[in-house]
């Protein structure tokens, strides 16, 4: 029997044994078979190193394109928080939970005249002591705080927030809103209702208190009974004025108050308004003139009128002697009207209290005239809304000039 020799190959894939191969050939054949087996072995694991290198830079190149994706975003959402928090009306704080403030915005330092707070522990804020009080408050108890302080004659609104990662306290967002202008309108309103109360129960007052008189003496004479029902008819329509501007004041601070402007001939208005308003100076004794030059203004006629008159008035009522003088002519890109009176004057230090509501320069003159101390308010209000603008010139003794320069708009089609 004859006996065959075999070789006997392992084939090792990648540090792993797969097989074996039995060859049966000479040995040189064998020698090339092997050498080719190798070659062919190392050519694969070249082929798999470098197909892997190639996935690793595939896989390093996405990561980077969505590490720069992440960074670009998060650089934005910092901008754009950044850029909230700088615009809006609210000073911000956020102080961590080691009581360092890590951000504040320029609101804040608006609000309150103190240096550098960032990276300083809140007891930089003692200097403003009713602030320092609430924050101290709320870090202590790490609950939310809300307080109204006022500072420098400033009121604001102080809102303190807790903030948690889980159970954990991270620190406290501080929200300060400046509520001055609310708090002064809610002193304003008071005074208002204050003075309105007032000027409502002086004529109430009287119209009682006389009605009670002739109630009670039956046998009063003719003429002291009719001197008595005058009384009570001049409060009366001192009581309607009131009630009337009241009115319209109620009705100029409405949001939807618009004026109903036409084409008016403003000389002809005014001339109207002397002629309506010469008994009352006739009856004092009074001279009043007009010179006014013709032009077509795109205004609310009744509103104007109203102006017009009360200006007037106004005159009248302060002047003895002499009397009361009206012009009106371009000035400009404005028409101006002044009126101008010989009165007592108004002394310069009142200048600024003559448009506010119920002021009265002579209180027993402006009574004994009928006036609610609403005219010139309501002419301020209705000239502004013209887009127009009032002005007063006067010395005690030397009479007042009042100037209202209204724009001469395009005429309305």
């Excluded at 009241?246 to 084409?263: F, G, P, Q, T, V």
């Amino acid at each position: 029997m004859q006996t065959r020799k075999y070789y006997v190959v392992t084939v090792i894939v990648y540090g792993v044994a797969t097989g074996l191969i039995l060859l049966n050939l000479s040995p040189v054949t064998v020698v090339f078979s092997v050498l080719a087996l190798l070659f062919y072995h190392f050519a694969l694991h070249a082929t798999h190193i470098i197909e892997s290198e190639r996935r690793q830079k595939e896989e390093k190149k996405t990561l980077l394109y969505q590490l720069d994706k992440t960074q670009k975003q998060t650089h934005e959402a910092a901008g754009r928080f950044m850029t909230v928090l700088e615009v809006i009306d609210s000073g911000l704080l956020f102080i961590d939970e080691h009581e360092v403030i890590k951000e504040v915005n320029d609101t804040f330092h608006r609000f309150f005249a103190i240096g550098p707070v960032v990276n300083h522990t809140y007891d930089t804020l003692k200097p403003i002591k009713s602030l320092y009080r609430v924050v101290h408050d709320a870090f202590l108890q790490e609950i939310k705080q809300r307080r109204q302080i006022i500072i420098d004659n400033q009121s604001y609104d102080v809102n303190i927030s807790p903030v948690f990662e889980g159970k954990w306290f991270r620190g406290c967002l501080v929200v300060i809103h400046d509520i001055t202008p609310i708090k002064t309108a809610e002193m304003f309103q008071k005074q208002f209702t204050a003075d309105v109360s007032h000027e409502l129960k002086t004529p109430l007052s009287a119209v009682k208190g006389i009605s009670e008189i002739l109630l009670r003496e039956t046998d009063m004479d003719a003429k002291q009974r009719q001197d008595f029902i005058t009384m009570i008819h001049h409060e009366t329509k001192r009581l309607e004025t009131i009630l009337s501007d009241l009115l319209i004041i109620s009705k100029m601070d409405r949001l939807d108050y618009e004026l109903k402007r036409e084409n008016t001939a403003i000389k002809a208005l005014i001339d109207e308004s002397v002629q309506l308003l010469m008994p009352t100076a006739h009856d004092k004794q009074l001279t009043l003139s007009a010179d006014i030059e013709e032009v077509i203004l795109p205004v609310d006629p009744v509103k104007m009128r109203q102006v017009v008159i009360n200006l007037i008035k106004n005159g009248l009522n302060y002047t003895d002697t002499g009397g009361v003088s009206i012009q009106g002519y371009q000035q400009g890109t404005m028409y101006r009207i002044t009126v101008k009176d010989t009165g007592i004057g108004i002394p310069v230090s009142e200048h600024n209290k003559v448009f506010k509501r119920f002021y009265r320069l002579d209180e027993a003159r402006s009574r004994a005239s009928g006036g609610s101390g609403l005219g010139l308010s309501i002419i301020k209000n209705v000239v502004q809304k013209h887009g127009g603008t009032i002005a007063l010139d006067s010395r005690p003794g030397e009479g007042a000039t009042f100037v209202v320069d209204l724009p001469l708009i395009p005429e309305i089609d």
